[in-house]
């Protein structure tokens, strides 16, 4: 069996080599603010519903396929965006359809532009 010193010293170890680093990159990702961060400024960024679509800085980005729920896209100076996914609400989806791969897209106009669309005239 081995001794308390011993143990605590190999728990130390683990500590510092598996946990503490976890835990220093969580903070990081938390502490850089990439909820609430420009998607033009920011390294990538995640958008799933209208509201946060909408809400989102205007930018110029090119659309890259990543899967049939959920786009990427990219700005001039290669920053990351992401619309959509498994969760997302069913405008965001619906918009997702209409892009096409390798096109170049103002964000949020072209989803504005989407929803007049799909509102069709006022009656």
């Known amino acids: 069996m081995k001794s ?3 143990l605590r010293g190999e728990r130390r170890k ?3 080599t598996c946990v503490l680093p976890l835990v220093s990159v969580s903070v990081l990702l938390l502490g850089s603010g990439c909820a609430t961060s420009s998607p033009c400024a920011g390294n990538h960024l995640h ?3 209208a509201a946060q679509v909408l809400a989102m800085p205007s930018c110029k980005a090119t659309m890259e396929l990543v899967s049939p729920c959920k786009r990427r896209f990219r700005t001039a100076s290669g920053r990351e965006l992401l619309l959509g996914g ?3 609400d069913r405008e965001v989806a619906g918009f997702l359809g209409t892009l096409e791969e390798g096109k170049s897209y103002r964000l949020p106009g072209a989803f504005m532009e989407y929803r007049n669309r799909e509102a069709g005239p006022n009656e």
Do not use: F, I, S, V
Request: a neutral charge.
């Open 86 to 88: 498994p969760g997302a």
């Open 47 to 49: 958008y799933e519903y």
């Open 14 to 16: 683990c500590l510092t």
């Open 4 to 6: 308390d010193r011993r």
